[in-house]
């Protein structure tokens, strides 16, 4: 595979659950850093709780580690002004590299206050966050499709649009099968979506995750996968090694098959996500 062709590494982290615990993921970024991402991107709190977290967070990866960091921002619940103060909190660190999320409609949002929200979709939150003219954008896409849409077919427009707006590369929702990918991938080709896209792949370390994390995003389990809970799923340490080699597997596969970036849901844990990055032949 030529330099050009090369499929992009990257990380996802979040921020820390508690406010003084900033030193537990600066130590994680430290770690991660060693194995040479193009970019490390942090999450946002749904609502745009814990934003300011965020900011701290990007702020450590790109001047500490030199790393690109790309900031999460959700809109669903927000005023233009909410959005206005992270993006100038954004800017005063130097971080200007955003995932526009429209995220999940909060528990406690009524039927009208989500109609009448004043970003309906993660395109309109790129087209007002344009403005800042030095801005960069990445969006999210569903292999499987979001939950929302009623067709995949549906799905892929409306991610089209949010190209059209400005998403200059697209991140993936978790996936399991790589056959859906690919298949999503040629779908997006088809429907003139050229922008590089990056496979996100999820190592499952233990059987609870597979009741929570999975569970909550709404990817499909292939057999292989529930084949391996069933067999390892009561011995932490086995169910781990299986995790962590099933996604090995997936993103070799994905690197094989030319994939433009591939990046791993690092869950925080540094120590799975360099087992699997030493695993890997790029
Ligand atoms: P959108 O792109 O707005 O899409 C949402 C739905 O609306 C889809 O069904 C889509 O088909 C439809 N749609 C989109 N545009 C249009 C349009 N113009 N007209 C009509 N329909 C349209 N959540 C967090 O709270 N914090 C995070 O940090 C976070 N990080 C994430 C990272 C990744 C890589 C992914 C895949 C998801 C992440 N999420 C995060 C979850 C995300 O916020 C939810 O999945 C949310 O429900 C949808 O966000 P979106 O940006 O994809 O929405």
Do not use: W
């Amino acid at each position: 595979m030529s330099e050009q062709n090369k499929t992009v590494l990257s990380f996802e982290i979040f921020p820390p659950k508690k406010d003084d615990d900033f030193d537990g993921v600066f130590s994680v970024c430290d770690k991660l850093a060693e194995l040479h991402p193009a970019f490390i991107s942090c999450t946002y709190g749904a609502g745009g709780s814990r934003s300011k977290k965020t900011v701290e967070v990007t702020d450590y990866i790109q001047n500490k580690l030199g790393i690109e960091a790309i900031a999460h921002m959700t809109c669903v619940g927000n005023k233009k002004e909410d959005i206005d103060a992270v993006a100038s909190e954004l800017k005063k660190v130097g971080v200007t590299h955003v995932l526009a999320l429209r995220g999940d409609r909060p528990k406690d949002m009524s039927d009208e206050q989500f109609e009448s929200r004043e970003f309906a979709h993660a395109s309109d939150l790129i087209t007002y966050l344009k403005k800042n003219d030095d801005f960069k954008f990445a969006g999210a896409c569903y292999p499987e499709k979001h939950p929302e849409a009623m067709s995949k077919r549906g799905d892929i427009a409306n991610l089209k649009r949010k190209v059209e707006c400005g998403a200059s590369h697209l991140i993936s929702q978790l996936f399991m099968d790589n056959d859906v990918y690919y298949e999503f991938q040629e779908q997006c080709l088809a429907s003139g979506i050229t922008v590089p896209i990056h496979a996100g792949i999820m190592p499952i370390t233990s059987a609870k995750m597979v009741s929570t994390t999975i569970a909550m995003s709404g990817t499909s389990i292939p057999k292989a996968f529930s084949d391996l809970v069933v067999k390892y799923g009561d011995n932490n340490d086995d169910m781990r090694k299986a995790g962590v080699d099933y996604a090995i597997r997936q993103l070799q596969d994905l690197i094989d098959n030319g994939a433009d970036g591939i990046h791993i849901y690092s869950m925080n844990k540094p120590k799975a996500t360099k087992e699997i990055v030493d695993a890997l032949r790029f």
